[in-house]
């Protein structure tokens, strides 16, 4: 599989490949003062959400922005593409 053909998505990275080679689509979310944000005691300021095949999410937490230090990651993967039944739930 190929990057979108789009320079815009290719430079602001909407869309890159994951180890397998497929288009992952990434969307990046940051608190808008640099303020630090909680997840259960745990102190985050930006989140990447990738989403490297249809049934599977994975959310990572930064603190100092996405070239931070990873404060944890969380993988989502569900039972089919229509994501109404979860699989199983990981944090790292």
């Avoid at 689509?25 to 005691?41: A, E, T, W």
């Avoid at 959400?49 to 230090?69: C, N, Q």
């Avoid at 229509?82 to 944090?91: A, C, E, F, I, Y």
Wanted: hydrophobic share 30%; proline share 3%.
């Amino acid at each position: 599989m190929t990057l979108p053909i789009s320079r815009h998505d290719r430079e602001h990275q909407s869309y890159t490949l994951n180890n397998d080679d497929e288009v992952a689509q990434r969307v990046i979310i940051g608190h808008p003062q640099g303020n630090y944000l909680s997840l259960g005691g745990i102190y985050y300021d930006a989140v990447e959400f990738d989403y490297p095949d249809d049934v599977t999410e994975v959310l990572t937490y930064y603190k100092g922005g996405v070239s931070g230090e990873v404060v944890v990651q969380v993988t989502v993967v569900y039972e089919d593409k229509n994501k109404r039944r979860l699989k199983s739930l990981s944090r790292a």
